[in-house]
């Protein structure tokens, strides 16, 4: 998966899931606090929505709140998430 392919997944479920009322600030620097207005309730909600809709595996030791400070930081995360997957891929 790409980074704009997830990025697009983190919009799509702010916006449909958690109808989020302040999209017009999502972008890649957005932080999840303070710029989209996030509480540590709605991160969870993310979470799980990424989990059970999208597949990805985020165990919980994993999370770490500077991978949650913005929509490009969680990219970020999500794009490291994936390299084992690919890794076991290419074997």
Excluded: W
């Amino acid at each position: 998966m790409t980074r704009q392919e997830i990025l697009q997944i983190i919009h799509d479920i702010l916006r449909d899931q958690l109808e989020l009322p302040s999209m017009k600030a999502f972008h890649e620097d957005a932080r999840l606090n303070e710029d989209l207005y996030m509480d540590s309730i709605m991160i969870l909600q993310l979470i799980l929505h990424l989990e059970v809709d999208m597949g990805f595996e985020i165990p919980d030791e994993m999370l770490v709140s500077k991978d949650f400070r913005t929509v490009g930081s969680l990219a970020d995360f999500l794009e490291r998430q994936q390299e084992p997957a690919a890794a076991e891929g290419s074997k």
